[in-house]
């Protein structure tokens, strides 16, 4: 094969959406479309018949990620008119054996996908001389989340066998050529081109940068590391951050005082204290480090135990803001500072500088329970507790919610609505 293949992924889960999306692409230039899995889960052989009808001249792929039962999954598929099936490359050679029996009774092809497989190269190799048609280097959605890419398996790969390799994982029209360069012939693009609000656009990129083997920019954010916390953060809601954490870490009473476009992101430095009591929180002041979060367990009290001073203070410092499950004073003055502050009461009155309590211990505010350098995440919605141990996972899967959620958005601006968009009564709760 020395064409290079273009594969879209349409990994959705409701079919009219995969439609409007694989007719874009086409307009784009895509080669082949893939109906994905949890699209296949979601509408049965009915979406393969569908984009098939649509696009005869398409090759459709039907991403079963079939594991038992090949030779009646294969069947299934291409007499609905899959052209390729997917079988996991984990499954017993027999299951591939099947598989490749009824696909060449019914005029279809197998690729076989080394998504799981602890030794691809070897497994590669053994899959080529049971006689497949395709491999498939594939680092899955989830894996993505926590940096993982697939290059270096797919070079790995590409070194032992001599049939086309399809490669899957995070591809963007900056990365693509990098993957053609490893040794891939066929280029699998799922969120790059589904969350793009323009889909053409964003085929034809990576249609280009393949074929100028150039890198072209994406309109979607590449995968942050450890390194990047403070980047990726900044550029997500706390909403964004809540539905990718699934309604967890949310503080709950927690008001903004922040003026609008204002946003706090930084790690935790914790202060445990009573009811006006705010010698800890400004002793904290100087152990805090530039862009670190002031986050006070006050115990819900309603004497304040910050206001403009100590906000001035961390102002000096570059201190990103304060979280106060208790009571701040001196709002005004804050706002006009433009330091951002999140306290469960505003109250006039202070207290004194007793100096009970400690920094640095776990803490809870707002109901959340937070650790020393857990990332905090603030806005005009709210205050979001992100554990330091998932972070990296967390802030990618919330850049993937905000950008599904601009592609809905989209849709919705082309005169749809939410409920039609995403089909809201089909996946009420029965």
């Known amino acids: 094969m020395n064409k290079i293949i273009t594969q879209v992924a349409l990994d959705l889960i409701d079919g009219h959406r995969a439609l409007q999306i694989a007719r874009e692409s086409v307009e ?20 393969i018949r569908k984009l ?46 099947e598989a490749l029996k009824s696909a060449g009774q019914y005029g279809s092809e197998i690729m076989v996908d080394l998504m799981g497989v602890e030794d691809a190269s070897s497994r590669a190799k053994e899959l080529e001389a049971l006689g497949v048609h395709y491999l498939c280097v594939h680092v899955s959605i989830d894996e993505q989340m926590v940096g993982a890419n697939p290059m270096k398996t797919l070079k790995a790969v590409a070194e032992v066998v001599e049939i086309p ?11 693509v050529p990098l993957a053609v360069e490893n040794g891939a012939s066929i280029i699998i693009v799922g969120g790059a081109i589904i969350k793009a609000k323009d889909v053409k656009r964003a085929t034809r990129d990576i249609v280009n940068s393949i074929g100028e083997m150039k890198p072209i920019k994406s309109e979607l954010y590449k995968k942050f590391g ?40 930084g ?54 803001g304060v979280v106060i499950d208790g009571a701040i004073r001196d709002v005004d003055e804050i706002l006009k500072m433009d330091f951002p502050a999140f306290a469960r009461h505003k109250r006039s009155a202070a207290g004194e500088p007793k100096g009970h309590g400690e920094i640095g211990s776990d803490i809870v505010c707002g109901g959340q329970d937070v650790k020393n350098r857990d990332w905090i995440v603030g806005d005009e919605t709210g205050v979001h507790v992100i554990p ?6 967390i802030a990618n899967r919330s850049l993937d919610v905000m950008e599904r959620e601009n592609r809905i958005r989209e849709e919705i601006q082309r005169g ?15």
């Open 388 to 393: 330091q141990k998932m972070a990296v996972e």
């Open 226 to 265: 450890p390194d990047e916390l403070r980047e990726a953060f900044s550029k997500v809601s706390t909403p964004n951050i809540a539905d990718a954490m699934h309604t967890k870490g949310s503080m709950e009473g927690i008001i903004p005082i922040l003026n609008h476009d204002s946003k706090m992101v």
């Open 52 to 97: 098939k009808a649509e696009f005869p001249d398409r090759i459709i792929v039907a991403d079963m990620k079939t594991l038992d039962v090949g030779g009646l999954e294969v069947e299934m598929a291409s007499k609905s008119g899959a052209g390729i099936i997917t079988i996991m490359a984990m499954s017993e050679d027999q299951t591939i054996t």
């Open 267 to 320: 790690p935790a430095i914790t202060v445990r204290t009573i009811d006006g009591d705010w010698a800890k929180p400004v002793e904290a002041i100087d152990k805090a480090e530039e862009g670190d979060v002031i986050v006070i367990d006050a115990c819900s009290g309603q004497i304040a135990v910050w206001g403009e001073l100590a906000s001035w203070s961390c102002k000096q410092k570059g201190v990103a």
């Open 416 to 430: 749809s609505t939410l409920s039609k968009v995403i089909n809201v009564e089909k996946w009420e709760k029965q």
């Open 28 to 47: 784009g230039g895509i080669n082949w479309l893939e109906v994905g899995t949890p699209l296949i889960k979601s509408e049965g052989m009915d979406i």
């Open 165 to 175: 390799i399809a490669v899957a994982g995070g591809l963007n029209s900056e990365t």
